[in-house]
C-alpha cells in the first residue's frame, strides 16, 4: 500500500500508473522516431494513434491485475 498524504494507494492502481507513464513515454519517442517528412500523417495524429495505443494496453494491463489480485485474495480467505 502506498500512501501519499490522506490517499492510498493499492499495488494494482500503483502499478497501472507506472505502466501508463511508461507506455506513453514509448509512444511518444515512436511517434517521434516515425514522423518523416515525406510521409502524409502529421505528427500529432501519430501521437494521437500511439496514445492510444498505450491507453488500451494500460486498461488490459489494470484488468487483468485487478482480475489476478482478486483471485489472489479469493484463495488466501478460503484457507
Given amino acids: 500500500m502506498i500512501q501519499i498524504g490522506k490517499y492510498r494507494f493499492g499495488f494494482a492502481a500503483a502499478s497501472t500508473a507506472v505502466v501508463f507513464i511508461v507506455l506513453s513515454v514509448c509512444a511518444m519517442a515512436a511517434a517521434l522516431r ?10 500529432h495524429q501519430i501521437l494521437l494513434i500511439n496514445e492510444g495505443m498505450a491507453l488500451s494496453a494500460t486498461l488490459v494491463y489494470g484488468i487483468i491485475v485487478h482480475f489476478v489480485l482478486a483471485i489472489i485474495n479469493r484463495i488466501r480467505n478460503e484457507h
Fill in 34 to 43: 516515425q514522423a518523416r517528412p515525406e510521409w502524409p500523417m502529421p505528427l
